[in-house]
């Protein structure tokens, strides 16, 4: 007799594992072909009501879900192998879970990253969706937040603060009364925060030229800290270098917002890297053919304290804050 449970995954989940390694979501276990190559692992979750909100559209949510593992591969050099998914629903509604598995396949596509298996559960609490992802990397190759050394250009891709005034727009913060008028901004920021960009197109370049790297998903300034800690030195950044979109750039001039409110809001999801200067250029040219845009925001400094982060005099600017922290 077929359960439910059985009778879900068939519907909406079979139909997306066609790589062989899946088995068709019959077994107990897939099997991943290595090509001796490292494997890199990397899992995230995201709750409703934390990550984002229950009347998200369930497309956007699958591609949230997807894209925050896809953007920790992307830091760390690796190419999509795979992934496996984990669900967590009060309920089986084909309303929800039909667009969610429909954006779900759109990014196995998008991003040539398989289903491979996972587990549904029942949950009287919030949805949750968590995905363990898996990426191939020539052995030994992985970039890690350790590695900056001091004279490294600090470079990062994109801009930054969007999700944050995103959030806020949906929140119904000072961002969405300044916007009132421009629907097509707020709906380019909520799109940034809904539905995050991976740079998986930048993987080789990342592994070929950096020292360190990682993905900012918790804010700029806070995950600075954290790949400056690993690697035993410090920063100095130029606030005024910090890529940031039309429309962030038009709240900050205005006071709308502060730069704390940027680069400490997190879900921006591009990869910040040390690059030794002697590799910048190549790295820059290896960024404009894949595509993804790159800024020089600072330097690798030789210390231990926390990276500073400097306005257009040079003065120190004060953070109370540096970035999102679950507890």
Same mark, same amino acid.
């Given at each position: 007799?077929?359960?439910g449970?059985?009778?879900?995954?068939?519907?909406?989940f079979r139909?997306?594992a066609?790589?062989?390694?899946?088995?068709?979501?019959? *077994?107990?276990?897939a099997v991943?072909?290595?090509?001796? $190559?490292d494997i890199?692992?990397?899992?995230d979750?995201?709750?409703e009501?934390?990550h #984002? #909100?229950a009347?998200?559209?369930?497309d956007?949510?699958?591609?949230?879900?997807?894209?925050?593992?896809?953007?920790?591969?992307? %830091?760390?050099?690796?190419?999509p192998a795979?992934?496996?998914? /984990?669900?967590?629903l +009060?309920?089986?509604? $084909?309303?929800?879970?039909?667009p969610?598995?429909?954006g779900? @396949? *759109? !990014?196995i596509?998008?991003?040539d990253?398989?289903?491979?298996g996972?587990?549904?559960v029942?949950?009287p609490?919030?949805?949750?969706?968590?995905?363990t992802?898996?990426?191939?990397?020539?052995a030994?190759? /992985?970039?890690?937040?350790? @590695?900056?050394?001091p004279?490294d250009?600090?470079?990062?891709?994109?801009?930054?603060?969007d999700?944050?005034?995103?959030?806020?727009?949906?929140?119904g913060?000072?961002?969405?009364?300044?916007?009132?008028? &421009?629907?097509? %901004?707020?709906?380019?920021?909520?799109g940034r925060?809904?539905?995050?960009?991976p740079?998986n197109?930048?993987a080789e370049?990342?592994?070929?030229? %950096?020292?360190?790297?990682? *993905?900012v998903?918790?804010g700029?300034?806070?995950?600075?800290?954290?790949?400056?800690?690993a690697s035993g030195?410090?920063?100095?950044?130029?606030?005024q270098?910090? +890529?940031?979109?039309?429309?962030a750039?038009?709240?900050?001039?205005?006071?709308?917002? @502060?730069?704390?409110?940027?680069?400490?809001g @997190? &879900?921006?999801?591009?990869?910040?890297?040390a690059? +030794?200067e002697?590799?910048?250029?190549?790295?820059?040219r290896?960024?404009?053919?894949?595509?993804?845009p790159?800024?020089s925001?600072?330097?690798?400094?030789?210390a231990?304290?926390?990276?500073?982060?400097? !306005?257009?005099?040079?003065?120190e600017?004060?953070?109370?804050r540096?970035?999102?922290?679950?507890f």
């Amino acid at each position: 007799m077929t359960s439910g449970e059985d009778s879900l995954i068939a519907r909406y989940f079979r139909p997306l594992a066609t790589d062989p390694g899946a088995f068709g979501l019959g *077994d107990d276990a897939a099997v991943l072909r290595a090509h001796g $190559d490292d494997i890199v692992v990397t899992t995230d979750a995201i709750v409703e009501g934390v990550h #984002f #909100f229950a009347s998200d559209p369930p497309d956007t949510i699958a591609r949230k879900a997807l894209r925050v593992n896809l953007s920790d591969l992307a %830091a760390k050099g690796a190419t999509p192998a795979g992934f496996v998914l /984990t669900l967590a629903l +009060p309920s089986a509604e $084909d309303a929800w879970l039909a667009p969610f598995a429909r954006g779900l @396949g *759109d !990014d196995i596509g998008l991003f040539d990253c398989p289903l491979l298996g996972g587990d549904t559960v029942s949950t009287p609490g919030p949805r949750m969706i968590s995905i363990t992802a898996f990426g191939r990397i020539p052995a030994g190759k /992985t970039v890690h937040r350790s @590695g900056a050394k001091p004279g490294d250009r600090v470079m990062v891709t994109g801009t930054i603060g969007d999700a944050a005034l995103g959030l806020a727009i949906l929140k119904g913060g000072a961002a969405a009364t300044a916007l009132a008028n &421009d629907a097509a %901004a707020k709906e380019m920021l909520v799109g940034r925060y809904r539905v995050p960009q991976p740079c998986n197109a930048l993987a080789e370049a990342v592994r070929d030229y %950096a020292h360190a790297a990682m *993905d900012v998903s918790d804010g700029l300034a806070g995950d600075l800290a954290k790949l400056c800690a690993a690697s035993g030195v410090s920063a100095a950044i130029d606030v005024q270098s910090i +890529p940031l979109s039309e429309a962030a750039a038009a709240l900050l001039a205005r006071g709308t917002v @502060g730069i704390e409110t940027l680069i400490a809001g @997190g &879900d921006d999801y591009e990869v910040l890297c040390a690059i +030794p200067e002697d590799s910048v250029e190549a790295f820059a040219r290896a960024a404009g053919l894949a595509g993804v845009p790159i800024a020089s925001i600072g330097t690798i400094i030789a210390a231990t304290l926390p990276p500073r982060f400097l !306005d257009r005099q040079g003065s120190e600017i004060a953070l109370e804050r540096l970035s999102y922290s679950h507890f």
